[in-house]
């Protein structure tokens, strides 16, 4: 017998015996994205790709008194059948090298999030009158940043929190102790503080601070800044009453290249809320102050996989070169008649003009990152699975002569019966939800809740995310 084939026998048996011997990961129905290798065994011809959203039109221009050039720290989310949009107010006067008035926290909403009203909340005065949209005047209006809380415990007068930078406001404290103060509203636009002393002290606050409710987890996260050796860098603190927090601990990423990162835009994914996505913007001191927002994934909203290229690059339109003048908003937002795409947003012209501007882009759902492969075809191994459903469905994109099949296998690699790539029906074209058929067979009930492997053998396509149903 051929040494060589008795070697290739030998490393086959080998490998199918490490494969039977793996842990298999349990998904059940949660849609899976390839945001990061989490699932994935081996890749041939093929690579995880970062997809960049799509610029679309501006939405909001801070043209009035009590905005300006220096606008900053966007916040966004639906809120039943409307779209809530919170900033800080503000503008620098480029030759007096000062600022021109306070810094107020505004208020926006829009029924489509494309086209936003500044309604007149007669709240605070601003030169003498009420009729404007600032929604919060006074301790924390530097980076206020709120979130509709999803705690099914929240009580009504809470049902809206917020995170905001500040010092100590008992006049006593001689410390002036700094940090971060939490704050809640019944409706989104009334507000008061939780407490008159910060809640979390640990860390550097000169950024978009935010924190929501873990619904998997059960428990509320905060992200904010710190300095990391020099560096600019995010920590996570967890609560279960948003008043008493946990130590902060450093983000982990997998990349060992140290940057500078400034607001962090972290979030859980509705769609696949077991993961974590972020949109930080990378800061580059050296090159004018400039700003970028890079992408990374999480599944334990700690350990981080960070990808290096800009999601937004300077040359998308228009005024994004300047200094801190692209970043990304905290907000991802699926708008109506859009079930193809999410929407997020991002800054334009910071200090350049009389005013800011928050331009839209989009991307299509799910498409933060695809495996993608070339003409020459390519194929995608998962770890070993447990599913629940009965139903594999794709969401994914060829071109024109492009085609995915999969095969569905025993831990050692044997396809099984019926379900191998060549009984598959080749998928082309262009789907967010397709069901994938192997001959006259969907139905996959009888391999529900035991361990397999899934193959994708892909050409001149992109995989973007799959799920059993």
Not at 350 to 365: C, E, M, Q, V
Not at 439 to 446: C, E, H, S, W, Y
Request: aromatic fraction near 12%; proline fraction near 5%; include cysteine.
């Amino acid at each position: 017998m051929n040494p060589f084939t008795v070697l290739s026998a030998s490393f086959a048996m080998l490998w199918a015996i490490t494969a039977t011997a793996i842990e298999p990961i349990t998904i059940g129905e949660q849609r899976q994205l390839f945001v990061d290798n989490f699932l994935i065994d081996r890749m041939d011809n093929a690579q995880i790709q970062v997809e960049r959203p799509q610029a679309r039109e501006v939405v909001l221009v801070t043209d009035q008194p009590w905005e300006g050039n220096t606008c900053a720290y966007y916040t966004l989310f639906q809120d039943g059948d409307k779209y809530r949009m919170y900033y800080r107010g503000s503008h620098w006067d480029e030759v007096s090298k000062r600022a021109t008035h306070r810094e107020v926290v505004c208020y926006a909403e829009s029924v489509d999030g494309v086209t936003w009203i500044k309604p007149p909340l007669g709240l605070y005065e601003f030169e003498g009158s009420k009729e404007n949209n600032i929604v919060w005047d006074g301790v924390g209006s530097h980076n206020f940043t709120p979130f509709k809380d999803t705690n099914p415990n929240c009580k009504p007068q809470a049902r809206y929190k917020a995170l905001a930078r500040g010092r100590s406001l008992n006049k006593n404290d001689t410390s002036s102790k700094h940090g971060l103060f939490a704050f809640r509203s019944p409706d989104g636009i009334h507000w008061e503080l939780m407490h008159d002393e910060p809640v979390i002290t640990e860390g550097a606050f000169d950024s978009q601070n935010l924190a929501f409710y873990d619904q998997v987890a059960g428990v509320y996260r905060d992200y904010h800044r710190w300095f990391n050796k020099g560096k600019r860098d995010i920590m996570q603190a967890q609560s279960t009453d948003f008043l008493t927090w946990t130590k902060p601990v450093p983000l982990k990423y997998t990349e060992t290249a140290r940057e500078h990162l400034y607001t962090n835009a972290i979030r859980q994914y509705e769609r696949a809320p077991q993961i974590f996505l972020g949109f930080p913007t990378r800061y580059l001191p050296n090159q004018g102050q400039r700003v970028e927002p890079v992408f990374m994934s999480s599944r334990d909203g700690l350990h981080f996989q960070r990808w290096s290229d800009a999601l937004i690059p300077e040359d998308a339109p228009a005024d994004r070169n300047g200094n801190r003048s692209n970043y990304m908003a905290w907000g991802l937002l699926q708008l109506p008649g859009q079930k193809r795409e999410l929407s997020v947003y991002a800054t334009e012209a910071y200090y350049t003009g009389p005013n800011s501007r928050l331009r839209r882009f989009a991307y299509r759902l799910d498409g933060f990152a695809s495996v993608t492969s070339d003409n020459r075809g390519g194929n995608l191994l998962t770890k070993p699975l447990v599913f629940t459903g009965d139903q594999l469905e794709i969401n994914y994109q060829t071109s024109s002569t492009g085609s995915i099949r999969v095969e569905l296998q025993e831990l050692d690699g044997t396809p099984i019966k019926g379900l191998a790539s060549s009984d598959c029906q080749p998928v082309s074209g262009d789907s967010t939800a397709h069901q994938v058929q192997w001959g006259v067979r969907t139905n996959l009930q009888a391999l529900a809740e035991k361990p397999i492997r899934i193959m994708f053998e892909m050409e001149d396509a992109n995989l973007y995310s799959f799920r059993f149903r």
